[in-house]
């Protein structure tokens, strides 16, 4: 489970506001882009054209990322997106060497989707990872915890798990500061702007981290990472919740089976959803115990891995249950789960034998459960 997909922020990138490039500490040095912000940028054909042709990119990409937008209204967010990275690319035809355009094609080639006619959907990795590894190369601080974070994601999703556990380790040490607020007004899509490149706190750099040494096989990792994931998470958060899910998952894999389901209860116990909240009631009546790993931002790589956790939290919540055919039925939803990530791609996982021994566990607990219940 990964968290943090979505729009998180950074003041790195005000760049729309004034229809102008991006100030102060987002600007590369004098030496690689010549003009840039000067006269020259404006008094110069080629030039001026290439910078309003990469404010329309910008307001593209930022439209297509608003994470409430309502695309019924305006172009589909695929259609925003491909036409952002269409500009990005005549932009650097004049400015090879500009960092920002670089980080914000990066960005738009991440979320870059188009569903196929055989439903299949085309994704543009390679080229984001392409693109973020330029502008790391021309400016390495630039956006170091933002850049670092986004390229583990994009690992995460070609299943090279080692080096986006360099990339997170990487996140964790840049340990670059952003404000949590601002001290004056600005609109919904200036917020986006302002937080374009915020890189993700340090609790879910550590739980994606942990996720991704679990997913490579090492699970004994993965616990030492949770753990500090949780100890760095504010009480009753989603990153504690989320820590606390994965480390349940984590030892379970380790062979630590009595601890994954201690800490699965914890995990449930942990709930943060605002049940007094229209949405928060939605997501809480829709997935029950399971609310936290349906959040906004929280994603599964490869997607059968949400069955594993609800596989754990049945069984657990099966311990508590108030009577027999309440446990049953926890037990059955268990077992169910387990199949479940088995049969969508849980049998190519280097846990399948972990999976395998819990389907007989269960199989054989819920038997035992049924025949003592039919006894006279």
Sequence with gaps: MRHGRHLLVTVASLVGLLAAPTGGRAQASAGTRPGYGGVLDTAV??????RRIQ???RSRLLEAIDPVRDDTLGPADETLIEQAIARYDVVLAVFPDDVDVWLER??????????????????RIEEAVVSLGRARELDPAREAGWLAS??????????DYRTAGEEYARALAAETPYPTSLEYGVSHMEMIAVYLFAP???PTVLGNWAEVMMLDGDAAHAIDLYRRALATASRGSASAALALWGLALAEERAGSHADAMADALRAIDADPIAHDTTAGAALAARHGVFAALHLSGVFFEPACEIHAYEALGHEASAVRARNDE????????ALRSTRYF????????????????AEVRLSRALSALRSEGSRP
């Design 45 to 50: 054909g080629e030039r001026a054209a290439a």
């Design 55 to 57: 404010i329309e990119a």
């Design 106 to 123: 990066g960005l738009a080639l991440s979320h870059f989707r188009r569903t196929l006619p055989d439903g299949t959907v085309e994704r």
């Design 150 to 159: 986004q390229l583990a994601l994009l690992r995460t999703e070609q299943h």
């Design 200 to 202: 993700p706190p340090a």
């Design 326 to 333: 309440a446990r049953a039925s926890e037990l059955a939803a």
């Design 342 to 357: 088995l049969a969508e791609g849980g049998r190519a996982s280097i846990y399948v034998g972990t999976a395998e021994r």
